[in-house]
């Protein structure tokens, strides 16, 4: 192996030994890299570390310091190049923080641009520069609505993308919130959508030509829409005539409400039977049938809490803490827990990109007995997510569920800052004498890493 990790320390962590760093690494790592050397004095330690050069490895090696308590001061010579702990470890908080601060330094800019009507191009360049700090890549507009300038932050069909737009559009801070409206996902534009138009190369798509109909069954609507223009696109440019169709449908009833209500959308190539609504009427079409406010329809806070509740066959066999021994569980995101199963992992490195850890921790089940075992079980989940947050705080700590299994419990979990996060879950399992517990992320090809136990300290 050609590629390597030095770890300069000034102090291992709690009681640890070096010895015992030394093994955990070993053990994580695998195959994919060993130790090859040592040492500790009275100034300082190290650890030197072959690996095969992968990302995936050097993530391994840097959650496990992270879980193990290292100082961010510590420095990691990844092949001559040199960083400390917490150049790593840059959470989407502190981007956050960090995006916003600069907003409100040039979002005066951005207001004289709109106000201006400046080309899409300036108003553009401007919005990235603002948006960058925090987001590897976002989709945003801007505009105004008779009284504010509008900061719209859209999904794209990526429902994933809903829990850290809707975190960064909380942060937002009030000289900021005094001349901006910060909305998540695409608007419904009410009545004024009857003169909105997309044009596409020569032809021009009208919401005022498209109808639709709408079939209803457990609060989801299969739409079939129909529009002129549209149907010969289907033959040759059929992603394209889908693309405008879900558009002028977030424009009808809102970007949210699109993608967790209509549940299938198809294009008629001619007009379907029954009487048809016009996008102007399907936003009350939807509030009547989901017996919904209009202001909760396009809450993305609300959205963010939506659980489901899922059984599964366990594994009887399986005592990994790779979530396999489940039967039963609930959460709010279960894209990521459909990509977790799948052993995908696009989420993942979406979210890690912005600094952003969906993740949950694993603990035994043997000490809960009796009558009400499950009860007790979910108890312990539901006060240790309580208490973790009250340590690191709700800007730091985002519960999204969980799972019992044969031989584990699961708390699922995103945390906008990991650091704070894990030295709040410690001492809460420490006290709680549940045994060992692990963290992973959602990722089934990363293995978990042991939190400290009691006998640790």
Known sequence: MENYVYIYFQTLPGDYFLGDIEDDLEDLLADAGEITGSGQGNTGGNIDIEYDGSADSLQKIILYLMCRGFDAETILDINGNRKTLSEFDRPFLARVRACWETFAKGEIKLRQLIDEKAGSEAITKQLDALLTPAFEQVYAEVGFNGTKHELILNLEGDWSRLFALTYFQKQAPSEVLAYWDILVGRQSRGDSLENYEIRISDNIVRASDIQVWT????????????????????????????????????????????????????????????????????????????????????????????????QMRPDEEANDGLRRDVFAGSGCFIPLLNEFWNGERRIMDTLQADGIVAGYFCFPL????????????????????????????????????????????????????????????????????IGQVTFHIFRQDMDGIPLPEPTDW
Not at 384 to 391: P, R, S, T, V, Y
Not at 401 to 430: H, K, N, T
Request: charged content about 20%; aromatic content about 14%; glycine content about 10%.
């Open 215 to 310: 079939a209803w069954e457990n609060h989801e609507a299969k739409v079939s829409l129909y529009c002129k223009t549209l149907v010969p696109l289907l033959s040759q440019r059929e992603s394209e005539a889908y693309w405008i169709a879900y558009v002028m449908l977030d424009y009808a009833v809102g970007e949210l409400a699109e993608m967790n209500y209509i549940s299938a959308l198809e294009i008629l190539s001619c007009p379907g039977t029954g009487p048809a609504l016009t996008l102007t009427q399907l936003l009350p079409h939807f509030i009547e049938q989901l017996s919904l406010g209009r202001e909760e329809l396009f809450d993305a806070e609300r959205y963010c809490g939506l659980y489901c509740g899922y």
């Open 366 to 433: 043997d000490g809960f007995t009796g009558d009400n075992r499950g009860a007790q079980i979910l108890d312990f989940r539901d006060n240790a997510a309580d208490l973790i947050e009250k340590n690191a705080g709700s800007d730091s700590f985002l519960y999204i569920g969980g799972a019992s299994g044969i031989y584990y419990g699961y708390l699922d979990f995103i945390a906008w800052d990991l650091r704070a996060v894990l030295d709040a879950a410690v001492p809460v399992f420490e006290k709680s004498g």
